[in-house]
């Protein structure tokens, strides 16, 4: 059933938020970390999913869900979407789901447990946690969409400095470290929403950054999205910050490692919201319009058998438990893994306002590009990752012909077959070009 506060009258925003606790009530294995050597050990700070509905004019509507959590796994996503679907009467192009990427939550896939060899109880402690996990992601979702009123939708953006590209040109390669020539994106976009009588009940921030400011601690904690959706509450009683991760999957914060780092950095990002909030949002008209697509993206030729069954006999237990994977996935000469479908989602709110969603970790050249490519007759671009299903980096041309991690090395943690072909970045952007262009046409035509 759809929920009756998604109907709006014509030229009129309505808009609710929710969030909800999702934080673990028992221990359970973290995500992200492999230094870990043992289970949770309680919350430094709580972990939630926060929930944005917003309608317009025709029936249109965009539910925005953000969690604490890595990743989004294809068996969280068909949970999610089957909830919204049944419960809710929402259509995949109508729920954008994001996720914070912090490593100090909670595993959210029993194969992954399993293929990091922990024992098994963990890997039922998960299963367990996500039938919890998918409750409380359809209870916000009903609380949002309840809540639901007149509003006024703005938009803004601000600048902050603490992400810093990752990725460093050696003589053996590209690696992980330091790079302050790198491309980096240090855009805030920021929505704002507001009751009719002006009381602010939501925010929507963005960071091109992974969310990592924190070590390997056995303690839950949103990193520094979760201290910066903190201080945004704690400042705003009674509005709801949600955190959008953008194009971070070769960026890092700095200064890094420790809470003081993860709290220092989330204290500039909710700095920078209120920097973008004290320029003058522009107000967006009440209009809306969603798609999305699957972009199937094709992996690269498998190694040869022989490279293969010599990685199986590695001493990295990555490396040969990866091996032996792709050798029971596709034991004859030829076969050809299916392509990877990626989700594609683009939102247009008003007339300003395009939202591109990735899927996946993109890096940060996919940001810079869509902007530049797509903000032409005044429209602002806001590009967002980790979006609808994210358990792959997504490399662009340039990253995966430099090789390195996020273009051919992570791909053994992620129980992929091999990097992407080099026309991944083609793909994608045409994906959103394509989305983009049928929605500026759509919301041109007389209402």
């Known amino acids: ?4 506060g998604l ?9 609710g938020a929710a969030k909800v606790s999702i934080t673990p009530t028992e221990p359970v294995w973290m995500a992200g970390y492999a230094a870990r050597t043992g289970p949770s050990d309680g919350a430094l700070v709580d972990l939630y999913v926060r929930v944005l509905a917003l309608g317009a004019a025709g029936n249109s509507r965009l539910i925005i869900v953000t969690l604490d959590l890595i990743e989004i796994p294809d068996t969280l996503r068909e949970s999610i979407l089957g909830v919204a679907r049944e419960k809710h009467g929402l259509k995949p192009e109508e729920l954008l789901l994001n996720v914070s990427h912090t490593h100090g939550g909670p595993m959210v896939s029993a194969k992954t447990v ?5 024992p098994s109880v963990w890997g039922e402690r998960t299963d367990k946690y996500l039938g919890e996990l998918v409750k409380k992601v359809d209870a916000a979702i009903g609380m949002a969409i309840s809540s639901m009123g007149p509003s006024r939708v703005s938009y803004c953006r601000a600048r902050c400095g603490f992400a810093m590209n990752r990725r460093i040109s050696t003589p053996k390669g590209f690696t992980l470290g330091l790079n302050p020539d790198g491309p980096v994106d240090h ?10 009588d002006k009381k602010l009940i939501g925010l929507v921030f963005g960071y091109a950054c992974h969310n990592t400011a924190l070590g390997p601690i056995r303690k839950f904690h949103g990193d520094y999205a979760g201290f910066a959706q903190r201080k945004l509450e704690k400042d705003h009683p009674d509005t709801v910050a949600l955190f959008l991760m953008g194009c971070g999957g070769d960026q ?3 200064p890094r490692r420790h809470q003081e780092d993860a709290e220092q950095n989330g204290l500039a990002l909710a700095s920078a919201v209120e920097a973008g909030l004290a320029a003058a949002p522009v107000r967006l008209s009440a209009t809306l319009s969603t798609s999305l697509e699957m972009c199937p993206l094709a992996f690269a030729p498998l190694p040869p058998r022989a490279d293969l069954e010599e990685r199986a006999k590695s001493g990295d237990g990555f490396v040969s438990r990866h091996a032996r994977w792709i050798l029971k996935q596709w034991p004859n000469p030829g076969d050809r893994p299916a392509d990877y479908q990626l989700p594609v989602q683009v939102v247009v709110l008003g007339e300003k ?7 996946g970790e993109p890096v940060v050249d996919y940001s810079i590009r869509l902007k530049r490519e797509l903000a032409s007759g005044g429209r602002f671009v806001w590009v967002a990752g980790y979006a609808n299903l994210v358990n792959a980096y997504v490399p662009s041309r340039r990253v995966l012909q430099e090789g390195g ?13 091999g990097p992407f072909q080099t026309d ?3 793909r994608i952007v045409a994906s959103v070009h394509r989305q983009a262009k049928l929605l500026w046409d759509r919301s041109a035509r007389p209402r």
Do not use: C, F, N
């Open 114 to 118: 399993a293929d990091w060899g922990i």
């Open 424 to 426: 991944v970045e083609e």
């Open 405 to 417: 991690y996020e273009g051919t090395q992570a791909v053994i943690y992620q129980s992929l077959p």
């Open 353 to 359: 306002l395009t939202l591109a969603a990735l899927g």
């Open 1 to 4: 059933m759809v929920g009756h």
């Open 252 to 254: 890092d914060p700095q």
């Open 7 to 15: 109907t709006a009258e014509p030229g009129e925003w309505k808009a």
């Open 187 to 196: 855009d805030v976009p920021v929505l704002r929403i507001e009751s009719s």
